[in-house]
């Protein structure tokens, strides 16, 4: 190998070496940014899924109520209903004929 292609060779290597140390710079950079971004998104979603299971208690036990109001009225409902029906057994029982 003569000199000056020992030469171009070592500029070559010396070129890509320091674009390989920008670009690994570069990169390391990079991440730290994804890092401190995938951190946040993290603690994010965390809050949310917390939000999201308070809700999910809040709403069931409003439903258990619900529930729980609609079975109470349904029972008043059957026992005026079975109110009505004696009252009314009661007044065909007074009319003639009965």
């Known amino acids: ?8 060779t070592m500029e070559f290597i010396i070129e890509h070496q320091a674009k390989t140390s920008a670009n690994l710079d570069q990169i390391s950079e990079d991440f730290v ?3 401190k971004w995938a951190k ?7 809050a949310n899924h917390q939000r999201m299971a308070n809700l999910i208690t809040i709403q069931s ?3 258990d109520r619900a529930e729980a109001e609609d079975r109470a009225a349904q029972r008043r409902h ?7 029906r004696a009252g009314f057994d009661r007044v065909l029982e007074r009319l003639p004929g009965a």
Do not use: D, H
């Not at 190998?1 to 171009?8: D, I, K």
């Not at 946040?40 to 965390?46: C, F, G, H, K, Y």
């Open 78 to 84: 059957e026992a005026l209903i079975k109110e009505m």
């Open 1 to 8: 190998m003569t000199p000056e292609e020992l030469n171009r």
């Open 33 to 35: 940014k994804f890092e």
């Open 61 to 63: 036990s409003r439903l």
């Open 40 to 46: 946040t998104i993290l603690a994010r979603l965390a």
